[in-house]
């Protein structure tokens, strides 16, 4: 999905595409100062090595890019490619050096290519989830102190979140995965003063019931039973499908219902991994639902996404919001940009129009012109 | 339906269920004086003479209502069948003679029971759609020549909403039929100072077109194509499958997409008798969306929903805040109401979420304590 | 489900309700000397001591059973009830006399009801798996040694299979558990010379794909993925919800994907407990297939059975196929029943239009008049 | 579709892609002496001037040819090209004289290609349906007196049968069009000794239908409704969509139902033209049925199909089959071919796989070796 924003960043930026499922560009954003499309520049850290060309082939073979397309940004993408270097996560000896060579990256990449923000966005594979309370996480100094002792036991995000953070960057986490969800993190931004944003891109199954579970509440319908299933592929259906690692994505989709029903629900989400899928995901949920006099009355559906093409944009748009934010002074979680997670920071507004509205309200705050 | 919404009324009225479904009963209406259940007495017009009660065991048999209720509240039932008439429509005379007779059934059924409002609610049979902008219609003075001529031709919904105008009763419409939707009819109700509202109560398909739209528009996806398909038994299924008929009830379920999206979108919706379904429709809708790169995507959504149980209590609803509306002095058109309605008067705000607000902020204008 | 059979049996046996769903009474087995319905009379072994009468109560309160129908087979039910025993697997001190026990309550059955044959047909819950070939089960004499010595280990299916077998019942397994699935009792059938049959009803998703798979092998499509997700409550969707228990059933309804294609397909099989579904079970299949020059295409199904309703008269159209081919002298596994069953004994045969025929032609043979 | 089917066996021929979805290269179908790949040659006649490789390269960008095929079997798609010719029908003066080009057209064609036999095939666009028992088709010698004096009123496809079969060609309708059925033209076939075959190729709903119906038929449970929604956009959808055409193809779609149950079953069809579909189409399905005790159940179906990729392979098994059947001297109706057919001539078989058993046990009669 990284590619595929990177892709598309530079379709839109030389107008070869339409800004279709770009958020930010609707009317309704017109007023803000938003970066261009054109001025955005990509870099990154990865475990693999394959250039973004070849990834972009691939997408075309996968139906999710149309063909012709790479080979008229391919300068867009070899640029990229320069600025991609190996995740010191692979290698460093230990989690502090390893974080400090993030950090060097950032702050060479932000100089080199006389950049006015860096956004970081962690899009890589979802992590198991981490015990919750551990002590070292509980403040800074706690947390300071278990680097300098070797027994930090930073999950990769957080690594990440803790470099960008102390790189002047601001971090936003399209992931279920830990990232800046520590105290000792929000404790660092707070010092910094830079803001953050997440947890997990709403793209798919959760957007529709970001609409539908408010749509049964303000009816007064009592959904008793909720059922999901997810079907998919390409990296993250493999990753989905390790023992473990889809736990953090079910709870991220699963607090919801919870927060916009008074009664109690019967909520499942399944995520299953169908590799001839690819990108492409099919989810299928199971609403049973009690009305007038008791009657039970069921709503099905399904929702065939790319899922690349769904998430790619939305990066772009936190890109562009958390520059803003950032030019603007703004830190902290950045409950506003709820519109965009599954999980999001600092708010239990888990409907979307109210999401929407509270986005443009606060992205007005910003302060006009530019771009 | 209004057999569903006379026995759920008394059912919820005497404590035996519940009020799932009933809109006005949420928190978010907690402050505000609304009318007991147990304060409502129903009456009506009907054309054919079947008991209230013979219909209520129809309803158990079509597992509308649970087996027992019924005997429950027979008593209940048969006061209000002593209170419904034949229609004039199907017997005076003329169109003047039978609008003054339901003006005295009106008069009658007030005085008699003591009321303080009598809200008259359209939940007859759809009517074919009539002619737009008919010059007797134009104006209340044309009207009234034309009603002395003897060539008005008003539809029977446009009847009783003139004879509820005239005997000072707020009037609703739950159909798409015309109602009081004509210029002389507003006319009147600002001459009487009367509310109404209307048009075809939104409990299936359009209801959830009402969330899922707005939530493509705020993602910027572009929906190519929206195909909705109805499958329906019961009256409504077969009056539907009358020629003409359906034609009312298609264009208010289509007038939505236009006016939410910016693009243009191949919007069909088909309505298909299919008897032995009785009371339970089935929705079937397929949308096709183009995403980032011009990927095309799908989302298909089923709704098996029992009729009358969607929108019964919404006829409780309505009753309730139009009664209230009516008490704190508000008159013309409720375009506040646009939350219960397919089609609503006085708006194009069809976004669900933002109709609920609307609902809530005015809901708490028209002042609290009583009930 | 037994209720249901039972009810059912004394419903259709008087009259009161024609044999939906009972396809013994097809015109194709016209020619078939079968038991009427009202010469069936039912006995059994349960757990728990719930009056049949109280559960069909419930089964009317589930939607299951017409209201008014038990009270009108009540004699019926009640003479069901006094055969009713409790199992003998919940309190006997070792195997062995446990199995005596039941041998004795079939032959007392048999004998004070003046009945020709008595066929033992296991409807109880799914049992876990047990591991496949121990030697104790490897044949009669080491099962016999193992009895005697208290390490039988037998799961309770195949207790009631043995004493089924040796008081010269045929045997039916309509659950997925072992039964008469084990070297040693198939040995032991051939010694008796009794006909068994099984394993696991085929009355949802399974008897979809038993037509859909062969539709897609004869039309040379290729499905890539079969993903089949069941939600279902009752005692069946809380047994599947145990550890283990699940997978009995997985494994009976994977097995015919692999038989009928050539090709390798992503087959998965997901059961989820939703309880307020009771006895009506939703299964959503999705099928991605290859068809010509490699184009993807997807078909879905949903299915929305009541369990209970399917599977009672297949109950009973076993009992009476079993009992004739036991007068006509069949033995060992009718394989020729496959028609009726996931995971069919003694044939690789899954197509259902082939298993059709051949139930038919093997009917034919058992010969006619009688009934 | 015709463009799919001669780029499909270019590359099939060529070996650069599976036979997949030809029914023809089915293991069951080894032992029969049918036609290479790389032995069948295209030509045809057409309304309007595209040539083949740009027709190619639109099912590219419809995402229904995989990109880079085309020019591998660019050479092939040329040929046909050359053999492709101004339909007749547009031009000549009369029926008898458009009858006389077309034959000269396929007399020409198969002496100058040195072919063994030309099998002509009707893809052209479906025909409004033509009054039933007309006299001038009730009889060879009517036809032929009416075509004289200038009032055969043939429609294209009879005209087409009537050139193939009078230049010793079988001919097969994979259009609900008319085509050969007139007895005039049985007559003419009986008399030239030509086999002929129809109607209407059954790739889609028709298809799941004919393996659904005979599931409910043999498990005696009861569809009291088939509601089908078909949506499809491309050359078929726009066609489809003018007045008169679609009830060709809804009359053909129909019969089956009928004919498979004893009970009368509310059946349903309905065709959509959605444009954006192209080529890709959704039929959903609704299936409400009753079971045991009269339970109502419900199985939905949805079906998304490339119309040219599943229609390609079965207009090429048919050319295969019936020049086969030709060589082995077969003529007349092939009523042994109904596997292909929504509508097929000569039986009342529904069910598929009894077409398919049927469709075997034929083939091996024509004689094997050669290929
Ligand atoms: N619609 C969507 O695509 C969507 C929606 C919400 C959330 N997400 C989340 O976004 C993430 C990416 O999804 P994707 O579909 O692109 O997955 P993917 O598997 O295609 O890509 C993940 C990439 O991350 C790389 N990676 C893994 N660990 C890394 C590390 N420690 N450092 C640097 N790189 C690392 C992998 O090599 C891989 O290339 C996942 O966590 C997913 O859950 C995606
Ligand atoms: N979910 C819903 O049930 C729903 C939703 C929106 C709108 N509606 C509308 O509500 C109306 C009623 O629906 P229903 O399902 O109860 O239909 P129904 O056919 O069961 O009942 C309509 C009743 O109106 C009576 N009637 C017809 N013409 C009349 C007249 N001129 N005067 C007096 N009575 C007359 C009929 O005799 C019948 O009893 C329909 O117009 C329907 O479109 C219903
Ligand atoms: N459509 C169907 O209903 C269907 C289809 C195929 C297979 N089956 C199988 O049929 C079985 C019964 O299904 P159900 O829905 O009726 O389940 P259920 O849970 O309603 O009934 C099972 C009954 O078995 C009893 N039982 C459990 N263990 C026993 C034992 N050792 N001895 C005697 N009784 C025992 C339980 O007390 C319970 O009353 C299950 O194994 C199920 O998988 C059902
Ligand atoms: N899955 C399928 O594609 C499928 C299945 C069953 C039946 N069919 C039938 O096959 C036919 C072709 O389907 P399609 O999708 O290829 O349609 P299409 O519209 O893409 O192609 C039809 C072609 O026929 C040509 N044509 C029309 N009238 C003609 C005439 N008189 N002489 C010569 N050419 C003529 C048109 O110019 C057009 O190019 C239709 O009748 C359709 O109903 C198709
Ligand atoms: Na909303
Ligand atoms: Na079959």
Not at 42 to 57: I, M, N, P, Q, Y
Not at 358 to 368: D, E, I, S
């Amino acid at each position: 999905m990284a590619t595929t924003a990177m892709l598309g960043a530079a379709a839109v930026g030389s107008g070869l595409v339409p800004p279709i499922g770009c958020v930010s560009t609707r009317p309704d954003f017109a007023p803000v100062a938003l970066a261009g499309f054109d001025e955005l520049v990509f870099g990154g850290h990865e475990l693999v090595d394959t250039s973004l060309l070849k990834r972009a082939e691939q997408l075309v073979h996968a139906r999710v890019v149309p063909p012709g397309l790479p080979a008229l940004v391919e300068s867009d993408l070899r640029a990229a490619d320069e600025e991609i270097r190996l995740s010191p996560m692979a290698t460093a000896g230990d989690q502090r050096s390893a974080i400090g060579d993030v950090i060097t990256d950032l702050e060479d990449f932000r100089r080199r290519l006389e950049l006015d923000t860096v956004v970081v966005i962690n899009v890589s594979s979802t992590e198991a989830p981490i015990p919750y309370g551990l002590p070292q996480h509980a403040s800074l100094r706690a947390l300071l102190r278990a680097l300098d002792e070797g027994t930090a036991a930073l999950p990769d995000s957080s690594m990440y979140a803790y470099a960008a953070l102390s790189a002047d960057c601001p971090y936003v986490d399209f992931t279920p995965s830990t990232g800046a969800r520590l105290p000792a993190l929000a404790e660092l931004a707070a010092e910094r003063r830079m803001p953050y944003a997440g947890h997990d891109g709403k793209t798919g199954e959760t957007l529709v019931k970001s609409v539908l579970a408010p749509m049964f509440a303000q009816r007064a319908l009592r959904p008793l039973s909720w059922s999901g299933t997810n079907l998919l592929g390409g990296g993250d259906g493999a990753t989905l499908a390790e023992p473990g690692r889809a736990d953090s994505k079910i709870q991220s989709k699963r607090r919801m219902l919870a927060e916009i029903f008074d009664h109690e629900t019967h909520d499942a989400v399944h995520i299953h991994n169908v590799p001839d899928l690819g990108d492409w995901k099919t989810a299928w949920d199971h609403i049973m639902f009690e009305g007038f006099l008791g009657v039970r009355m069921t709503m099905q559906f399904t929702w065939q996404g790319c899922d690349s093409a769904l998430a790619a944009p939305l990066v772009l748009d936190l890109a562009r919001f958390v520059a803003a934010a950032h030019r603007a002074g703004r830190h902290g979680p950045l409950s506003d940009l709820a519109f965009f997670f599954k999980d999001p920071l600092g708010t239990r507004e888990h409907g979307l129009d109210r999401q929407y509205e509270r986005l443009v309200h606060w992205a007005h705050g910003l302060g006009g012109e530019s771009a």
